[in-house]
Each structure stands twice: as C-alpha cells, then as structure tokens.
C-alpha cells in the first residue's frame, strides 16, 4: 500500500485527523501513534508503512525501527486534548495488528467531515482556536524532545556495548598480561638453575686445575690430564648448550607483543587522566557553561561539540596517537582571521609529513579540531612550500620547492601558497613555455587574477630588494626583472639548466618533483596545467 506524502504539521481544520488517510484519530481502529522522528499518524497508517522490521516516516522520510513490542507508543496526549475537545470516550486497549487493519482496508481515503463547535460566539470560538494551536505547539515541542532524547538514547547505549567490548578486551589484555608474566618467570627460574650449573663446572674446572698443578706422579699426571681433558670437553658442550638455549624466541616474542600492547593502553589511559585533571580547568569550565547556555541547540549537537577533541600544536609535532587519529580522518583545520573574516586551511600527513593546505572560505566539516594558523606557519623563509599540478589524463602531482632565502619575494610566495592576504596560487594555471627543448627552457605561472599572463598583482611592496641568489641549474625558483608590480605575483621554474655563463636570480629551488614540473611542461596545451593545491609543509 503506497501511501501520500503527509503535510509536516497539523492544520488547525484537520488536528483532529490522521494527515496521511483523514480517518479521525477518535476512532477505536485509528488511534494516534508517535514516531521516533516526533510525527504522528493513525495506527493502520503506521501498520501499512512497515516493511522489512522498518517503517519510514511519510512527513521527513526517516527510516524507524520497529520497537521490541511490535508498535509505536500512543499518542495519549493527542488522545486526551481530542477528548477534552470533543468529549469523546477512547478505549484504552490498543487494535490487533492485521485483523483491525483489514476491518479499515474498506474504508476510502476521504476526509470526514469536520464537527463543528455550536452555542459558542465567536469570541470563544477563537479563544479555543488559539488554546488549541498552543496546545499543538506543547505537542509538537513535547515530541521533539522524545525524538531527541531517543536518539541520544540510542547512542549511550551503543556506547554502553562498545564500553563492555573495550572492558572485555582489557581483560584479555589482563590475561595476556598474566601469562607473559608467568613466562618471565619461567624463563628467569631456567636462566638461574642453568646459571648455577655453569657456576658449579666453574668451581670443578678450579679444583681440577689446582689438582694438575700438585700432581707428581707421572701415572698421576696423566690420569689427572685424561680427567681434565674429558671434563673441559663436558663443560665446553654445555656452554655451548645454554647459550643457544636462551632467549627462548617463543617466549620473548610472547613477552614483547604484551609489553607493547600494555604500554599503548597506558598510554591511552594517562590521555584520559590528563583529560579528567583539566576538565575543571577554565577552558573547560568555559565551554561547558557555553553548552548549558545554549538549550536552543539540540541534545545531539552539543554532544558533538562537548565530544570535540582538545588538540595542542606539540601533539602535531609528536604525532601523537590523537593526532594521527584525527589527521587521518582530515580533521584537523587552521583558522586565519583578517578584517574580520575567518578561514580554514586543512592540514594533511602524507608521508609522515604535516601539510597545511591553502585557506578556503569553506567551513569545516563537523567534529572538526581547530587551531591557531598563525602558531604553525613560518613568518618568513627558509622554509617547504608544495604546489600539486594536475591536467587532463593526468593523477595529481606534487612539487615541493624550498624557499633559500629571506626576501620580499619569498615571503610574498609564501603568503601566495597559504593564501593568507587573500590570493593564492591555488587555482591557478601554467600560461606559458619559454625556450622549449633548449637551454634555460622554463615555464611561467602565478597570474592569480586572469590566468593568462596579463595578472597577478604584488601583495608586497620592494619585490627587488633584498639577497637572491644565483643559480644556473634546473629547478631554480625565479622571476624576469621586466615584470611590474601589475604582474609581480608571477614565477618561473626552469627546467633546464641555463646556457653556460647565465646566472638567474632565484629565491627558491625545486627540491622534489621537478620530473613533474617537466612532465607538465610537455603537456599541450601548456594552460591545461592547473595548480590545483598549494600550502607550507610544517616543520620540515
């Protein structure tokens, strides 16, 4: 039976009628259930939605499970306005599923005819109408709590089995524990009973070598040197014997596993500690009393807040278990405020190296760890900056280029691959290849505004002034002296080494991917080449 979409909410016209069949809910086969969801409709409309143990709300289209009982609850509180409003008598037994439902299936999908309030005047009449929506907004508000408090129901009780599956694993960790200890001992009561075997051959090999050296018979002599000869030999094999006997591998390996598994829970554990020590602490006092002071937001939502990890900048530079935990699952954001603005840069681990990608004006996704930007991005070069190249036909490709020297251009390159001023290179294409296949050939990128060469506007003033240095190799980070301030954000990467006696002015040098760099070079047309990320890697 496919039934209608139902309207999302009670009429005042129609309060007293199921919103997806109009049977009126005072009738003893169609009384009113709630969903989990909060919505409410008539028993053999909720008998007719169920399918596969699941029953999916017409209104927001939620999928429920069926309770243990095999119903949802009734609605008594719309039970008991409609019988106040009505005077009408409600049996408290509820209908037999199938055979109720069958008795209804007869019964057309029209809308009954609405009773009507007589003898009032219409003063009264619209003093009821409005008692009756506020009491349809009590209802309403009465079943988004149930809705909310069952969800958060749900989850402290998968919670709850998920505790009992830790708290099992931590006993057999126990146990385990237990029978590596066992092994320990056994394995130190081997090594102190072969110890003092070794011991007592010592002390024989001393009287032994005392007694050949009193001998004085010659008959003597040689039967002392025969015992000598035999008993050093005795004493050689089990040497031999107990050094190849210890460390038992089973046992060692054994021992190891545990001690590692152990040491990680413990370290687990002391996090948690840590937590519970500081939970009194202003910051959290601060955000517990924000999470009190907000009952408008649902029970869910600021448990999601309230579960947000704390993460400090010297857990990104351990990488700490929490913080790898969290980088894996990218949830880990810069913030960066300027004129009032905030955005987020998504840092990154990509072969064991931290990555803190360009500012987007994009949020962050939820249950997300934020920190300071400032706190992690170098204010100036030396430091690892990335550019990721890609075009069509082609997997993304990364180029990390270090920044030499501390001048207004490496700093404005910086500022352009983290886009804190606002432009960034990110998005940005390759627009042209000078001297291809000959000496000093490179290309030209950085036109943040037009993507065509005729942009890219200085963010800093004095872009010559200051050290550069030279460099004649491939891979140099430069720039052409003729380009303006109108055109000053632009670069070039050679990639190949410049004609004998040329010396270009860099502040930079590509340090990985300048295979890649060739590879776009090569690719036509050039301006399908697109910098599609860019970003500083973290203390390199």
Known sequence: MELPRATPSFHDDNMEDCPVCFLTFDDILARPRNLPCGHTFCTPCVNALQKDNQTTCPTCRVIHYMPEAGEFPIAYAVETLIKRLRGATLTSQPPTPGKDTAKLAAVPLRRFTQKRTVGLSRKAQSLLKVQEAKILTAIRTCQ??????????????????????????????????????????????????????????????????????????????????????????????????????????????????????????????????????????????????????????????????????????????????????????????????MEGRSRHARISLQDNRLYLHSLRNQPPPPGAVIVQMKELVPACPPCLVFMDLAWPGSARRRVLIHLTHDTPRGQQFLLLCTGQQGPSYANTRLFKLVKEGRPGERVWGGDYEYNNGMGGAALLPDLDKGEYGKSTKAGGLWWWWGRGPARGAQFTITINDCPKGVERPVFGEVVEGLDSVEAAARHRPITEVTVVECGVVLWN
């Open 144 to 337: 988004e709590v149930q809705a909310q408090l069952d969800q958060y129901q749900t989850t402290l009780i998968g919670w709850g089995k998920q505790q009992q599956q830790l708290q099992d694993q931590l006993q057999a960790l126990m146990d385990q524990s237990k029978s590596a200890n066992m092994l320990v001992h056994r394995e130190e009561a081997q090594v102190a009973a072969k110890k003092l075997e070794v011991h007592q051959g010592e002390q024989q090999l001393h009287a032994l070598l005392q007694t050949l050296r009193t001998a004085a018979p010659q008959h003597e002599v040689y039967e002392v040197i025969d015992s000598a000869e035999h008993y050093t030999e005795e004493e050689s094999q089990r040497a031999e014997a107990y050094l190849r006997m210890f460390p038992d591998v089973h046992s060692i390996t054994t021992i190891t596993k545990v001690r590692k598994a152990i040491t990680a829970a413990l370290e687990v554990a002391t996090t948690v500690q840590a937590a519970q020590e500081i939970a009194g602490s202003p910051i959290s006092v601060a955000r517990d009393s924000s999470l009190a002071a907000a009952p408008s937001s649902s029970i869910m939502h600021r448990l999601e807040i309230f579960l947000t990890p704390d993460l400090k900048i010297e857990d990104l530079r351990r990488l700490t278990l929490p913080a790898t935990e969290l980088l894996e699952a990218s949830l880990v954001f810069a913030v960066h405020h």
